[in-house]
């Protein structure tokens, strides 16, 4: 006798189970063999092992459909459950590059070049420096990679920090307490994980610190093990405070490093730590440096003549 138990990334497991259990109730005559215990975003699966497996895989099939088009139905809970094991995926683009199935349905993935190289690279070094300008997508990737880690249980947690150099990293003349000074610098990093999380989901890993977003000034002295760290707009770390950062790495631990050299608002007389870093550690084993250009935005067309013209400029 086996036991498994999943966890469904959704908003509402009522949208798996159907409204009064109906689709799992057609699962749970699909499986008589297995006892299938459901409980909030938990199947507790107890029975043959070989049974169980056939089961889990097809229904990460079923969850596959759920996050391609936002819904399920009778049918494609009787279809897809009561298939055979050479059931295929549903139809559309392969799922192995998919990083992570975000909320409605949302398939997140790499979208270009070099945002690929920042999936393999990543996969081989456990500290990565992801280089170039705005609109590249490096914080997306770099958190859907954080967040593919995590649900694939890789890491305990995420953390994601940013220099909050506009304030000078005190921000005490900013009105509100601290969660409310630190908010706007790290809107973009809420951004991203709003994308790939249930709502309740990610609030319950904010509340219980598995996933934790702070300044990089409250990095220092600690030490993050089994952990996937990303260090946003590090352009704005001076050299002190991102070797301070790299230096933090525990055991289990994967580091990315995200910034744009074309825009340091550090003082004149400090100097940028991911130039430095740059030069510094490219020979060192582990160490890998992907960087990104006009040809990787995503934004908006005209961004990418933007940058074009800056850098003519």
Not at 150 to 157: D, I, P
């Given at each position: 006798?086996?036991?498994?138990?999943?966890?469904?990334?959704?908003?509402?497991?009522?949208e798996?189970?159907?409204?009064?259990?109906?689709?799992?109730?057609i699962?749970k005559d699909?499986?008589p063999?297995?006892?299938?215990?459901?409980?909030?975003?938990?199947?507790k699966?107890?029975?043959?092992?070989g049974?169980?497996?056939?089961?889990e895989k097809?229904?990460?099939?079923l969850?596959?459909q759920?996050d391609?088009?936002?819904?399920?139905t009778?049918e494609?809970?009787?279809?897809?459950m009561?298939?055979?094991?050479a059931i295929?995926?549903?139809?559309?683009?392969s799922?192995?590059?998919?990083l992570v199935y975000?909320?409605h349905?949302k398939?997140?993935?790499?979208?270009?070049p070099?945002?690929k190289?920042?999936?393999?690279k990543?996969?081989?070094?456990d500290l990565?420096f992801?280089?170039?300008?705005?609109?590249?997508?490096k914080?997306y990737?770099?958190?859907?990679?954080?967040?593919?880690?995590?649900?694939?249980?890789?890491?305990r947690?995420?953390?994601l920090t940013r220099?909050?150099?506009?304030?000078?990293?005190?921000?005490?003349?900013?009105p509100?307490?601290?969660?409310e000074?630190?908010?706007?610098?790290?809107q973009?990093?809420?951004?991203?994980?709003?994308?790939m999380?249930?709502?309740?989901k990610?609030l319950?890993y904010?509340?219980?610190?598995?996933?934790e977003?702070?300044?990089l000034?409250?990095m220092?002295g600690?030490?993050?093990s089994?952990?996937?760290a990303i260090?946003?707009?590090?352009?704005n770390?001076s050299?002190?405070?991102l070797?301070?950062?790299?230096t933090?790495?525990?055991?289990?631990?994967?580091?990315?490093?995200?910034?744009d050299?074309t825009q340091?608002d550090?003082?004149?007389?400090?100097?940028?730590g991911i130039i430095?870093a740059s030069?510094?550690?490219?020979?060192?084993?582990g160490?890998n440096?992907v960087?990104?250009?006009?040809?990787d935005v995503v934004?908006?067309?005209?961004?990418?003549?933007?940058i074009?013209?800056y850098e003519?400029?």
């Amino acid at each position: 006798m086996s036991e498994s138990v999943i966890q469904i990334e959704v908003e509402s497991p009522l949208e798996i189970y159907g409204v009064g259990d109906k689709y799992l109730n057609i699962i749970k005559d699909l499986f008589p063999k297995l006892k299938i215990i459901a409980r909030g975003d938990l199947i507790k699966l107890i029975g043959d092992a070989g049974e169980i497996e056939i089961f889990e895989k097809r229904f990460d099939l079923l969850l596959l459909q759920f996050d391609k088009f936002g819904k399920i139905t009778e049918e494609s809970v009787k279809s897809i459950m009561g298939e055979e094991l050479a059931i295929e995926k549903p139809a559309g683009k392969s799922g192995d590059d998919i990083l992570v199935y975000g909320r409605h349905g949302k398939l997140i993935r790499a979208l270009t070049p070099n945002q690929k190289k920042m999936v393999e690279k990543s996969a081989d070094n456990d500290l990565l420096f992801a280089i170039g300008p705005a609109g590249t997508g490096k914080t997306y990737t770099a958190v859907a990679l954080a967040v593919r880690a995590l649900k694939n249980k890789e890491v305990r947690k995420i953390i994601l920090t940013r220099p909050a150099i506009e304030a000078g990293e005190s921000l005490g003349f900013l009105p509100g307490d601290m969660k409310e000074k630190l908010d706007p610098y790290m809107q973009p990093l809420y951004d991203a994980l709003r994308d790939m999380l249930p709502t309740q989901k990610f609030l319950s890993y904010l509340e219980d610190e598995t996933i934790e977003i702070a300044p990089l000034a409250f990095m220092r002295g600690r030490t993050l093990s089994n952990a996937y760290a990303i260090l946003d707009e590090a352009q704005n770390a001076s050299e002190g405070q991102l070797k301070m950062f790299l230096t933090r790495m525990g055991k289990n631990s994967k580091f990315i490093v995200t910034g744009d050299v074309t825009q340091v608002d550090l003082p004149k007389n400090k100097k940028s730590g991911i130039i430095q870093a740059s030069k510094i550690l490219k020979n060192i084993k582990g160490v890998n440096f992907v960087y990104l250009d006009s040809r990787d935005v995503v934004r908006h067309k005209l961004v990418t003549q933007i940058i074009n013209a800056y850098e003519k400029e």
